[in-house]
């Protein structure tokens, strides 16, 4: 019994210790992101602008076959406490009668508790969407103060096009689904 311990937790350290390496794919173009997403074609990203006009980071969007990845990335001492994102046909988006967007009613959402989030990714699958959409990443955000605490709240948003010429100054951006066929090699 001694021995099948022993043998079973240096199977156990063995695997822990290995490393997959990412694979490379001739003809594709992909790249790996932060968390190992091997993304097809291009990824998109913006900033992500708290208050209408600071930059607090930035969002970015691709694909690998299967799945659409939008990545909410905070810097410095900027942290999220809600996020909320609208990923679709750009005539779905969630808007009051005035044409304002309504991030309470946008499909993916998460919420964060202290010490909260400086980095976040919603994975929605591709069969879900049309070939081009729009993206609207909406997050509720705090800057921390030296001593931890709250020093200022702010809504933010991707940077892109706004709802409405004169409304509220929430935006959205337009994304399309990236390739990832082999369409660059000789056989295709």
Not at 146 to 165: D, H, L, M, Y
Request: proline content about 5%; aromatic content about 10%.
């Amino acid at each position: 019994m001694q021995k099948l311990l022993i043998t079973a937790t240096a199977l156990l350290l063995t695997l822990a210790g290995c490393k997959k390496d990412t694979e490379v794919l001739t003809g594709k173009t992909h790249k790996t992101a932060q968390g190992g997403i091997s993304y097809c074609g291009n990824t998109q990203q913006v900033d992500l602008l708290a208050g209408q006009t600071t930059n607090i980071g930035n969002v970015t969007v691709g694909n690998d076959e299967n799945f659409l990845y939008v990545t909410y990335q905070a810097t410095g001492s900027w942290y999220f406490t809600e996020l909320h994102l609208f990923v679709g046909d750009c005539d779905s988006k969630p808007v009051n009668k005035a044409g304002n967007p309504v991030p309470g009613q946008f499909p993916y959402q998460t919420a964060f508790a202290s010490p909260y989030s400086q980095s976040y990714t919603f994975v929605i699958p591709l069969s879900d969407l049309p070939a081009c959409y729009c993206v609207a990443a909406h997050a509720a955000t705090i800057k921390k103060n030296a001593k931890g605490g709250v020093a200022q709240s702010e809504t933010a948003w991707g940077n892109g096009i706004r709802f409405v010429p004169k409304g509220n100054w929430g935006m959205y951006f337009n994304s399309c689904k990236q390739d990832c066929s082999d369409c660059g090699l000789p056989e295709c």
